[in-house]
């Protein structure tokens, strides 16, 4: 899936994300961007199996969680990169918008989930995905993202049965041309010595 750059996209519960730029060199592709949080706003709990994430904070306070850990704060001119494999989340913990850059790499189909999911967020209320989007792009994509705020039982024993339903409903005709997920073979899980660990940077 090509997309024209920028690329900004809402998800209705206080999150912008712009796509600025898509680069490509020998070491391999990397995907940049910039963000817009509103005060309390921020993805839940979630894990990218593959991808490094980093975010540098240009304005505002961001509060950054790992799971089983204390919750830290970074201010103008910080920054926090989260490993692949690494469970975290990150909020504007201030009371004005929390502006950051940030780059992702390896891409694969960052940038497709999170339009799709934003676009399902904003549809449903600003709240949460539908539930038929939640349990295609969470199987589809199982490969790469997991959201950790949504229980086992729900992905184990509730989504299959969406998922056929939704089938059968005719749900996912707007998911045609979806790109192909990593196969599995392709993933590097994080060794158990990087889990619960956040590196931390400080502009000069």
Same mark, same amino acid.
């Given at each position: 899936? @090509?997309?024209?750059?920028?690329?900004?996209?809402?998800? $209705?519960? %206080? /999150?912008?994300? *712009? &796509?600025?730029?898509? #680069?490509?060199?020998?070491?391999?592709?990397?995907?940049?961007?910039?963000?817009?949080?509103?005060?309390?706003?921020?993805?839940?709990?979630?894990?990218?199996?593959?991808?490094?994430?980093?975010?540098?904070?240009?304005?505002?306070?961001?509060?950054? @969680?790992?799971?089983?850990?204390?919750?830290?704060?970074? $201010?103008? %001119? /910080?920054?926090? *990169? &989260?490993?692949?494999? #690494?469970?975290?989340?990150?909020?504007?913990?201030?009371?004005?918008?929390?502006?950051?850059?940030?780059?992702?790499?390896?891409?694969?189909?960052?940038?497709?989930?999170?339009?799709?999911?934003?676009?399902?967020?904003?549809?449903?209320?600003?709240?949460?995905?539908?539930?038929?989007?939640?349990?295609?792009?969470?199987?589809?994509?199982?490969?790469? &993202?997991?959201?950790?705020?949504?229980?086992?039982?729900?992905?184990?024993?509730?989504?299959?049965?969406?998922?056929?339903?939704?089938?059968?409903?005719?749900?996912?005709?707007?998911?045609?041309?979806?790109?192909?997920?990593?196969?599995?073979?392709?993933?590097?899980?994080?060794?158990?010595?990087?889990?619960?660990?956040?590196?931390?940077?400080?502009?000069?």
């Amino acid at each position: 899936m @090509q997309y024209q750059h920028p690329h900004t996209i809402t998800n $209705g519960a %206080g /999150e912008l994300l *712009t &796509f600025t730029r898509l #680069v490509k060199d020998p070491t391999g592709e990397w995907l940049e961007g910039e963000n817009l949080v509103q005060p309390n706003s921020g993805p839940p709990m979630h894990v990218h199996h593959i991808q490094d994430e980093h975010l540098s904070v240009v304005q505002g306070k961001m509060g950054v @969680q790992l799971l089983g850990e204390a919750p830290k704060y970074f $201010g103008p %001119g /910080e920054g926090a *990169t &989260f490993k692949a494999g #690494v469970p975290h989340k990150f909020w504007n913990a201030g009371t004005e918008p929390l502006v950051c850059t940030a780059w992702v790499k390896p891409v694969y189909n960052m940038e497709y989930f999170l339009t799709e999911l934003f676009k399902s967020i904003e549809a449903n209320g600003g709240k949460r995905p539908g539930i038929f989007d939640a349990a295609y792009l969470l199987n589809r994509y199982r490969s790469e &993202f997991d959201m950790l705020s949504i229980p086992n039982f729900v992905k184990k024993v509730v989504f299959p049965v969406v998922l056929f339903f939704g089938k059968l409903l005719g749900k996912y005709t707007k998911f045609e041309g979806a790109p192909e997920p990593v196969p599995f073979d392709q993933t590097q899980p994080t060794p158990q010595s990087l889990r619960n660990n956040i590196e931390v940077e400080v502009a000069s």
